[in-house]
Every structure is written in C-alpha cells, then in structure tokens.
C-alpha cells in the first residue's frame, strides 16, 4: 500500500462516520414533483456508476474496469480498437480536476448517490444503465477513495492542489457527484446492473409505470439552474433491475438470449450470508 493510501481512513473509520449521518451534500430545497427519499448509500460498502454502452455489455462478463478502448476506422472503413494503457503515476486528485483529458487512470468514479448515477445514466437520452456496486469489507482498504469525506481529500491532497483561479475546483467536482474512487477491477459478482427509463408522468402510461415502479424503483430529479440562469423542469425515471443471463442459464430457467428484466438478483454479500445459513 502507498504511503498516501495509509493516510487515508481505513473501513472502520469509514463505516462509523457514516452511522447515523446523512450524506446528500447537495441538499437543496425540494421540488413539489421530487421524490421526498434518500437515495444515498449509508453503506461504506455499496455504490453506483451510470454505465457506458461497452460497460453496460460486459457488466455480467468481465466486470469493471479502468481500463478504456479507442476505437479507429482505416480509410478502407476497417475499425480496430485498440486499449488505452493506464498511467499509475496519475493521482486521484489529477483524475477528478482533469477527469477524460488526464491521462488514463487506475480508477473507476462511482457515486454514493443512485439517483444522481441515474440521471446521469439518461442524460443523453431515453434510456440508460447504471451499476450498483458492492464490494467486500476485506477490498475496501487501499482499493476504495471515499470523496465525499473531508478527511479523505485532505489525506490525498485535495485542498492542496486545488487552484481556485480556474474554475470548478477538484473538491467541487467530488462533492457535487458525491464520488468514490475504486482503484483496479470491479468483478461481475459484485455487481447488479439495473436500466433506467426516463418517464413522462403526464401521460397516463407514464403515470402507470412511475406508480407500478415501487418507491425504491423511482425517483424525480430537482429542478436546477442552467448556465443562463434558466430553471430546468424535474424529469422522472424508474428502474429495472437486469438478470445475470449466464446466472439464469446455469439455473436452466428457459429465457430468450440477452438481458432479461427481473425483480431483483442477490447480489454476492446475500450469497454468502444464504450459504452459511445452511
């Protein structure tokens, strides 16, 4: 472990701020149309990530990764991709400040929050997926950055290497995303994928699946304030959580080939507890 990674708190330290405390740290008055619940993870364990489209599809084989892919088209119209080797020299502080136009690295961002993760998941359309993620108690220390501690970002020199002079600094960026840093591979067993769907509630069909979603499965984003000054309008999505085809297959339960939506897949902590209970 680096000598940065021991002055950040370990998961003990973690796991008892987290007890009792809130951690929505972009607490702003509620819209009369959003969702009155807390859709922040109180557990030191457990986040989200809105997914790419290459993510979303290896999600269930490969898992997670920081390591990313440029895809390139000859001019015979030949594609190749090819990786994008990390730089273990770029800091968790270079990759929050500079985020895609840093060098590769290490890390995968994740947020404390689902439905920020969600909204940024169908920020670009109708549709999305997001990942939730949960990891064990024995891959938290040296592997898990929580951001949204200030002890945390002082550890790894966040204030410090702040310039206030240009703009959004590295700890604004961290705060308002509610962002944690996981160092290396996320394997697929400790990951759910789950879609998100944009929802007009207006219509009537809208208004049904809003309603059939449950609580845990929907939520309405806030209205915000755009560069211009002008106020967005809140916008409502559900969630489906996606079933593990290759899981599905092992249980030999008849399905077409693809994603299947489902209820809800235990994810790799509930296995365990499930087994030591027989």
Not at 40 to 47: H, I, Q, T
Not at 184 to 213: H, N
Request: proline fraction near 5%; glycine fraction near 6%; charged fraction near 30%.
């Amino acid at each position: 472990m680096s000598d940065t990674a021991n002055k950040v708190p370990q998961f003990s330290a973690m796991r008892d701020a987290l007890k009792g405390r809130r951690r929505n740290l972009t607490s702003r008055p509620l819209h009369v149309d959003s969702d009155d619940e807390d859709s922040d993870s109180d557990d030191p364990l457990v986040f989200y990530r809105a997914l790419r489209p290459d993510e979303t599809n290896n999600v269930y084989v490969t898992g997670l990764s920081p390591i990313a892919y440029k895809e390139q088209t000859s001019r015979k119209g030949v594609s190749t991709v090819t990786p994008i080797p990390e730089d273990p020299g770029v800091t968790q502080y270079q990759h929050v400040r500079h985020s895609s136009k840093a060098a590769k690295s290490q890390y995968i961002s994740a947020s404390r929050s689902k439905k920020l993760a969600c909204a940024w998941a169908v920020s670009g359309g109708q549709t999305g997926h997001i990942a939730r993620i949960e990891l064990d108690e024995a891959d938290y220390d040296g592997k898990v950055f929580d951001l949204t501690d200030t002890s945390v970002r002082d550890a790894l020199g966040f204030e410090s290497g702040n310039d206030r002079s240009s703009g959004p600094t590295a700890t604004s960026f961290a705060t308002s995303s509610q962002e944690v840093l996981i160092k290396g591979v996320v394997p697929p067993e400790s990951l759910t994928l789950i879609k998100v769907t944009r929802v007009d509630r207006k219509s009537a069909e809208g208004a049904s699946s809003y309603e059939q979603a449950g609580a845990s499965n929907r939520f309405t984003t806030r209205s915000k304030k755009t560069e211009s000054g002008k106020k967005t309008s809140p916008y409502s999505m559900v969630l489906k959580t996606v079933k593990n085809q290759k899981k599905r297959d092992r249980e030999s339960v008849e399905t077409s080939a693809g994603f299947v939506e489902f209820e809800e897949i235990p994810n790799n902590k509930r296995r365990r507890e499930a087994d030591a209970a027989l």
